[in-house]
């Protein structure tokens, strides 16, 4: 385990701290011939000797797998992304940098994963309640606010794409955090700050139905989000 978080600190070093916006930038536009390509897999090979503590004679299969496997996932990603898919092989290229060092960590020490334990009641309840404050609760608002349709109610040329859909996403899954650790406090800040933030929206359109249907969609996904944490809550005292 402890060599696994080595190895990892290592890739956070090198992937997010030491290589600069401007060494992805060139990366995206020369690809393999991009010289900061080199430079990117030099910082981690230079990290990676540091918290293997310069011991390549016990570790040098592990620094051989860990740069060469960067080296072609990050090839392959600069190959095939594209602007639209730039986000999903960010994701895809990370995934398998870690799964390269788990496979690493793993010929060193013994990673014992017991799926039973991981599989306890609490986490598989906690899990069902990201699930309900998320994807379900999304679609029960969807489905109970669309019997109404504002007229004023159009796409902003200057709104982020599907951007209510995460800021609901994401303001569910902090009151449902405030509920279960019971800083209800915390919630009225919460509203508080979306309101003060919706009051110019909400103002310049000087519509009284779009202003409800702001309304209603808002404390649905509130009220939604604290029952959920509540029943959450109940259910885990039970256990």
Known sequence: MLLFLKLLLAHILGDFVFQPQKWVTDKEQKKIKSVKLYFHIAVHAVLLLFFLQFNLKEY????IIIIVSHYIFDVLKLTFQNKKSKRTWFFIDQVLHLLALFFVATLYSKFNFNFDEFFT???????IGILLITNVSSVIIKVFITQWNPENKKENDDSLAKAGRYIGILERLFVFIFVITNHWEAIGFLLAAKSVFRFGDLTSSKDRKLTEYI?????LSFGLAIIIGILYSYFVTLM
Do not use: P
């Open 60 to 63: 040098w299969l592990s620094f």
């Open 121 to 127: 009641r609490k986490i598989l309840l906690l899990l």
């Open 215 to 219: 309304l209603i969609g808002t404390l």
